[in-house]
């Protein structure tokens, strides 16, 4: 089975801080991603890796960045965290070539972080 | 852009009842679709999916999706909910070429009465 871990299930932080969440994923995947789920608003993508040190921006990379050094982590850092980042984190990975290749696999998903910024 | 809209945010449905979660996609091409669904604390797990072919297509727990392309939609149906039925789910369609990125609805809660 495709694992795919988080770091922490609950994090609690304060305002300005740095916070790193990280996720790791024992498939070997190319392709990682980072979500933020908010309620009403479903999964939006923060930023998506399809190789390593190679990165590019989702829907609403403000206020994030991001960090894959080896191909089985990446990494979600809030340089200084705000109350409106509080949310739910949630890590995925696939292999490459989902639709190029006619891979037919899909995206695995990690328990997902809740953080909450006071 | 493609976009998916899944209309109702809340549902309730009686245990042993049919169930029926809309989407509704939009997709320059021939779209890959997927329903996840969400237990409470959980991460996401995906139900079905599909990519060509049948267009009714089998998942896991005795649901099933059907595809059409008439209407963009790809309904999720269950005809018998149990109460472990009860979570949140979500319908997606994805990814572009030259990337793989999925867009995901915005949810729908089920709650499932005795």
């Known amino acids: 089975d495709v694992k795919v871990t988080q770091s922490s299930r609950y994090l609690v932080k304060r305002t300005g801080e740095k916070v790193f969440l990280e996720c790791v994923q024992d498939m070997d995947h190319e392709n990682m991603f980072w979500y933020r789920q908010d309620p009403g608003l479903g999964l939006r993508l923060i930023y998506f890796?399809?190789?390593?040190?190679?990165?590019e921006k989702g829907d609403i990379p403000e206020g994030y960045s991001v960090s894959r050094e080896k191909k089985e982590r990446f990494s979600l850092i809030l340089e200084s965290a705000s109350t409106n980042q509080t949310s739910m984190y949630l890590c995925?990975?696939?292999?490459?070539?989902?639709?190029?290749?006619?891979?037919?696999?899909?995206?695995?998903f990690g328990p997902g972080t809740r953080l909450t910024v006071l | 852009a493609q976009s998916v809209t899944q209309p109702d945010i809340h549902i309730t449905v009686s245990e042993g009842a049919s169930l029926e979660l809309r989407c509704n996609y939009s997709?320059?091409?021939?779209?890959?679709l997927f329903w996840y669904v969400q237990s409470p604390g959980q991460g996401l797990q995906l139900l079905l999916k599909y990519f060509s072919g049948d267009t009714l297509v089998q998942g896991i727990k005795g649901f099933e999706a059907e595809f059409k392309r008439s209407q963009s939609s790809f309904n999720l149906r269950k005809p018998s909910v149990h109460w472990s039925d009860a979570a949140e789910y979500f319908c997606a369609v994805g990814p572009n070429f030259g990337n793989e990125k999925l867009t995901f609805g915005t949810g729908t809660r089920l709650t499932i009465i005795p």
């Open positions: 995925a990975s696939t292999p490459r070539g989902l639709r190029e290749f006619g891979n037919t696999d899909t995206q695995y």
């Open positions: 997709y320059g091409a021939t779209p890959y």
């Open positions: 890796s399809y190789d390593v040190k190679m990165k």
